[in-house]
């Protein structure tokens, strides 16, 4: 059963930083790319970051890029999110996915929250 | 960055009606579309993928289609698992973006 479980989410303050993981089980971790979604209170869906299976390229949206890193321990099966000079407008759930095919999400773990407040 | 205009932005239905739900995109994407639903209180799940292909396990009730740039799902016989918040993605171009849902309730 493929499972993906995000931690390390919290309350942290504007202009700080914040390491969100995502450790997967039950597939073969790096046959896949993976990506972060996030999702702000009551909103809908953004794109957040995606990764190749080797970790070799890395894409964002303008977004966040710039403060936002991408990266993946493929011994360990586990997938970050190093998120700096954060912003109230970066609250929201954060989603790790796996990417099956092209840029679809097939996967999704439970989320993990990340408030940026004073 | 590529639009995704979704409507209607809800919709109240009843049990066992057809539903269809539309995504315009604001230029080509092919069909690089896919739908994804979100029941309350979890996390997204991908139905459609390649604007008609169905993701493992979705049942065949759901239906995804295209005429030009504009997409659709179809819920042929509403039931009461199906409730929930419907977004359409395009994986046509970085930055994937997503429409901004259609949430689905019963009458």
């Known amino acids: 059963e493929v499972q993906l479980v995000e931690s390390g989410g919290g309350l942290v303050q504007p202009g700080r930083s914040l390491k969100v993981s995502c450790v997967a089980s039950?597939?073969?971790?790096?046959?896949?790319?993976m990506t972060w979604i996030r999702q702000a209170p009551g909103k809908g869906l953004e794109w957040v970051a995606s990764?190749?299976?080797?970790?070799?390229?890395?894409y964002y949206p303008d977004s966040v890029k710039g403060r936002f890193t991408i990266s993946r321990d493929n011994a360990e099966s586990t997938l970050y999110l190093q998120m700096n000079s954060l912003r109230s407008e970066d609250t929201a759930t954060y989603y790790c996915?796996?990417?099956?095919?092209?840029?679809?999400?097939?996967?999704w773990g439970q989320g993990v929250m990340v408030t940026v407040s004073s | 960055d590529i639009q995704m205009t979704q409507s209607p932005a809800s919709l109240s239905t009843s049990l066992e009606e057809i539903v269809t739900i539309t995504c315009q995109a604001s230029?080509?994407?092919?069909?690089?579309l896919a739908w994804y639903q979100q029941k309350p209180g979890k996390s997204p799940q991908l139905l459609i993928y390649g604007t008609t292909s169905l993701a493992d396990g979705v049942p065949s009730r759901f239906s995804g289609s295209r005429s030009g740039t504009q997409y659709s799902l179809k819920i042929s016989r509403l039931q009461v698992e199906d409730i929930g918040i419907y977004y359409c993605q395009q994986a046509s171009t970085t930055p994937y973006t997503f429409g901004a849902g259609t949430k689905l309730e019963l009458k």
């Open positions: 039950g597939f073969t971790f790096n046959n896949y790319w």
């Open positions: 230029q080509n994407i092919g069909n690089w």
């Open positions: 996915s796996r990417v099956p095919d092209w840029a679809y999400f097939d996967y």
């Open positions: 990764i190749t299976n080797t970790g070799g390229s890395t």
